[in-house]
């Protein structure tokens, strides 16, 4: 099963981050797209980028793909794939799709036709005509776009972004993925510095402290395809130890995590400890208004309130000028801060050396960066 189409799906806005991890894994023939990177690969490959990619959403494993224009077609060139391969005969799958600007556009039809193009195949291939569906479990995905036909199988399962290591969270967390790339956007390194003043649940810092340490994201936790036959337990064996001994346990790395809420720094120790990180992130409760620079050349990553409950604008817009003073005359410090507030760099009192529009949800947000001198040494 060499040569498989491989396909890791992204938030918008995060492509170009999720192909560089797969080009830095090996991956050269990446390509990216709106929402995804396509890459070929085999077996070893899907355990691989499950475990190892910290930016990408879900890892698809792409079964065909083809034109349809009429109900006819999408079952005979979806009956024509080699489901038979993967899908086993005690499996139990569903079908979930979506349709944009196509001829096809009833998504709960062709869901039903790729269901019955797929459970004829497999009698054929299994000469039986009732399946238990007691077995491990695919969801194959129909996706199609200006009639042009997708159909993989999801391998992940849960999402990338569930590492396993959040118990507990505070209201609207980061998703992880997504502070994994606020992460690889800075210019941080496991040798500098690194502060969140708006810590909450601890999702960057943990992301961070993960990075350091060269801890793979996916090795707290399953994934669907560990219960595939086509997969062998020796190819999860070998892919999970090469992993952990990966793990850099050597460098001393300095992660500093505040927050005012006294209620998310218990979490956010909570799930450092949980992800095997807390012996390097310092966490204090600390109110970022009263905060006082000592040192040069620090990091400061952080998604800081957005102000979008009623009455809390004023708050906010207060809170993003003391930020904007604190760090008036601190030319050794690269900042980095994540809001939906179209006026930041006003309110901050400083133009962004860079601006990145991102998605936190379905929350339109800008990345804003400050890039400070960097150490001699």
Same mark, same amino acid.
């Given at each position: ?202 999702? #960057?810092?943990?992301? /961070?402290?993960? $990075?350091? @340490?060269?801890? %793979?994201?996916?090795? +707290? ?38 927050? #005012?809420?006294?209620? /998310?720094?218990? $979490?956010? @120790?909570?799930? %450092?400890?949980?992800? +095997? ?101």
């Amino acid at each position: 099963m060499a040569n498989l189409k491989l396909i890791a799906t992204a938030t918008f806005g995060l492509e170009s981050i999720v192909k560089n991890e797969l080009i830095h894994l090996g991956y050269t023939d990446a390509h990216a797209s709106d929402g995804k990177v396509i890459f070929s690969g085999n077996k070893e490959d899907i355990v691989r980028t499950n475990l190892w990619l910290r930016t990408a959403d879900r890892i698809l494993l792409q079964m065909g793909e083809f034109e349809a224009y009429t109900f006819d077609e999408l079952f005979e060139k979806t009956k024509a794939l080699p489901w038979e391969q993967w899908i086993t005969e005690d499996a139990k799958f569903t079908v979930v799709g979506k349709s944009v600007k196509s001829k096809l556009y009833s998504v709960p039809d062709c869901q039903a036709i790729v269901k019955k193009a797929v459970v004829e195949k497999l009698k054929q291939k299994y000469h039986i005509e009732w399946f238990r569906e007691t077995g491990p479990e695919y969801k194959i995905q129909i996706s199609i776009l200006k009639d042009l036909v997708t159909l993989t199988i999801d391998t992940s399962g849960t999402g990338l972004h569930k590492r396993g290591y959040r118990t507990r969270s505070v209201e609207a967390p980061l998703k992880e993925t997504l502070a994994a790339a606020l992460i690889q956007i800075s210019y941080w390194n496991k040798n500098r510095k690194l502060y969140d003043f708006f810590c909450g649940s601890g999702t #960057i810092p943990v992301e /961070a402290a993960l $990075i350091g @340490k060269n801890i %793979a994201p996916g090795l +707290g936790r399953s994934f669907a395809c560990e219960a595939w036959p086509q997969i062998e337990k020796d190819i999860w064996k070998k892919e999970k130890t090469e992993a952990f001994q990966s793990i850099d346990q050597d460098t001393p790395i300095e992660i500093y995590a505040s927050d #005012i809420n006294p209620n /998310a720094i218990e $979490i956010a @120790k909570e799930n %450092a400890i949980e992800a +095997g990180v807390d012996d390097c992130i310092r966490f204090e409760v600390k109110d970022a208004s009263k905060i006082k620079i000592k040192e040069p050349y620090g990091i400061l990553i952080s998604n800081p309130p957005y102000g979008e409950r009623i009455g809390e604008e004023q708050e906010v817009t207060k809170l993003y000028r003391t930020l904007g003073n604190i760090f008036k005359n601190e030319n050794t410090w690269s900042v980095y801060m994540l809001t939906s507030v179209e006026s930041f760099e006003k309110l901050y009192g400083k133009k962004a050396d860079k601006k990145r529009k991102l998605y936190n949800g379905r929350i339109k947000v800008d990345f804003y960066q400050y890039f400070g001198a960097k150490p001699a040494h």
